[in-house]
């Protein structure tokens, strides 16, 4: 496993802007290119969601139906680093947002259960 710290989280009006970022250490041993990456929420009473998840190289990418086409998920594996642009952001976007690592899951892969690496959480409220 791979240690994952998000970072970004905070309160923006609907239609605002948020860049989420996830730092990985090497803990594990492996690089972090190995990992495919994804970026997961939950708000209060739901379940856990899938938000959007990036191939190891970045070339491929994913999205929920619900952002697509306002959020972009990116990495720099030389910082180590995941990150998830929100644009044009609604009020049911207000969740806890989850980075997750994975060492065989794919870009595509959407089950909270393909990811074996998670980091603690940061909170994204969204206002009306």
């Known amino acids: 496993q791979v240690q994952l710290v998000e970072s970004g989280g905070g309160s923006v009006q609907a239609g605002g802007s948020l860049r989420l970022s996830c730092a990985a250490s090497g803990r594990s041993g492996r690089p972090f290119s190995t990992y495919t990456m994804g970026w997961f929420r939950q708000a209060p009473g739901e379940e856990r969601e899938f938000v959007a998840a990036l191939s190891r190289s970045g070339g491929s990418t994913s999205y929920s139906e619900s952002v697509e086409g306002r959020f972009t998920i990116s990495r720099d594996n030389a910082k180590n680093t995941v990150y998830l642009q929100m644009n044009n952001l609604k009020p049911e976007d207000t969740a806890v947002y989850y980075c997750?690592?994975?060492?065989?899951?794919?870009?595509?892969?959407?089950?909270?259960?393909?990811?074996?690496?998670w980091g603690q959480g940061t909170q994204v409220t969204v206002s009306s």
């Open positions: 997750a690592g994975g060492l065989v899951a794919t870009y595509y892969s959407r089950g909270i259960y393909e990811y074996d690496s």
